[in-house]
């Protein structure tokens, strides 16, 4: 047990030395919830909107009023043709131009949109949106509900997503060089010579970047709930027991790739190939996974953080019990078990 714990502190005392890895453990997760919180966001906000109307009746003008007082649209031309606008639209001076027809007024029809949809999940929304302001909430009969997330803040989304990927990269690339590091500096001969099992040696190296990750998961929680205002709806128990479940399977993804790569520069190039592109790709962090084509569907499959993604969604946001995630939790569990599995073997291998 001395050993053992000889061994973990060496390894924590040589992380902490490192001012680097350091900085990549805890300035990473800061910045990126920093930029996924409050600049990279789907919120409709400030769309410059052109107003096309030949007429001034009430309802026309009680509808203009409610977009200029609304905080998604910023009316910035109000003119007299639809051919005008669109050439406001194509000169960047627009983002959208809503026309009112004759009928406007009378039949409550009447009314065209012309958007830039250059990126055509923003003029979904810029279009939705534009329609629900518009129409006069007495009259219309249609009345949205949208729950879990009434305001509609991109944070909700992101948050997960940005936990799944960045325990993934700690965990897993972080492990791999230090198991390659050893290798390359020609110290992993000596402690396999040493009175200690191998696998004590391999649980220690990876028991420091164990509690780093849950100080990041608490780190990321609190910045959050506190910084970002999502909120954490479920119960924060199953919310870090699962989170502890899926940094053992990205320690074990790091033992892999350690037993596959000779040096450092071959674990990073490894682990960017196998865990950053598809994490973030493939996960439905950015896109939705039912929109991919059924190729990139099935590959999304085998992709762990999509799972811990959808757990952490449901758990955080949805606010739903364990029973609810039971589907993710297994099949992260039998990564989990068939990762450490491999890993252990190819590394009793390569030792024989």
Not at 87 to 99: F, T
Not at 196 to 201: A, E, Y
Not at 282 to 300: A, H, R
Request: proline share 4%; glycine share 4%; aromatic share 8%.
């Amino acid at each position: 047990m001395k050993h053992f714990i000889s061994f973990i502190q060496k390894e924590s005392r040589h992380i902490l030395r490192d001012r680097r890895t350091m900085l990549i453990l805890f300035g990473m997760p800061v910045v990126l919830m920093l930029i996924f919180g409050f600049a990279i966001t789907n919120d409709v906000k400030n769309v410059r909107t052109v107003v096309v109307t030949s007429q001034a009746d009430h309802l026309t003008r009680q509808a203009i009023d409610r977009l200029a007082v609304s905080e998604y649209f910023d009316i910035t031309a109000t003119v007299g043709t639809s051919q005008e606008a669109e050439r406001l639209i194509r000169s960047q001076r627009a983002d959208m131009a809503i026309v009112f027809g004759k009928d406007f007024a009378s039949k409550k029809s009447g009314l065209q949109f012309i958007v830039d949809a250059s990126d055509p999940n923003m003029a979904q929304q810029w279009t939705t949106y534009a329609t629900q302001t518009i129409v006069n909430p007495q009259l219309s009969t249609v009345n949205s509900k949208m729950l879990y997330n009434p305001q509609m803040k991109s944070a909700y989304n992101f948050v997960p997503a940005i936990m799944g990927v960045l325990l993934m990269l700690i965990c897993a690339m972080m492990t791999s060089i230090s198991i390659v590091r050893e290798k390359e500096k020609g110290t992993m001969e000596v402690l396999l010579v040493s009175p200690v099992r191998p696998l004590t040696i391999i649980i220690a190296k990876t028991v420091p970047y164990l509690v780093l990750a849950l100080v990041i998961l608490v780190s990321i929680l609190l910045m959050a709930r506190y910084v970002l205002d999502v909120p954490l709806s479920g119960s924060v128990v199953w919310i870090i027991a699962v989170s502890i479940l899926y940094i053992l399977l990205a320690l074990s993804l790091g033992l892999l790739i350690s037993n596959i790569s000779n040096s450092q520069h071959m674990a990073l190039l490894l682990s960017a190939m196998v865990l950053l592109m598809p994490a973030v790709m493939l996960s439905g962090m950015l896109f939705p996974i039912e929109s991919m084509p059924p190729v990139l569907q099935w590959l999304s499959a085998v992709i762990p953080p999509r799972y811990y993604i959808e757990a952490m969604r449901k758990l955080m946001i949805m606010g739903v019990g364990i029973g609810e995630v039971v589907r993710e939790v297994i099949i992260l569990f039998i990564m989990t078990a068939l990762l450490l599995a491999v890993s252990l073997a190819r590394f009793k291998t390569r030792l024989e």
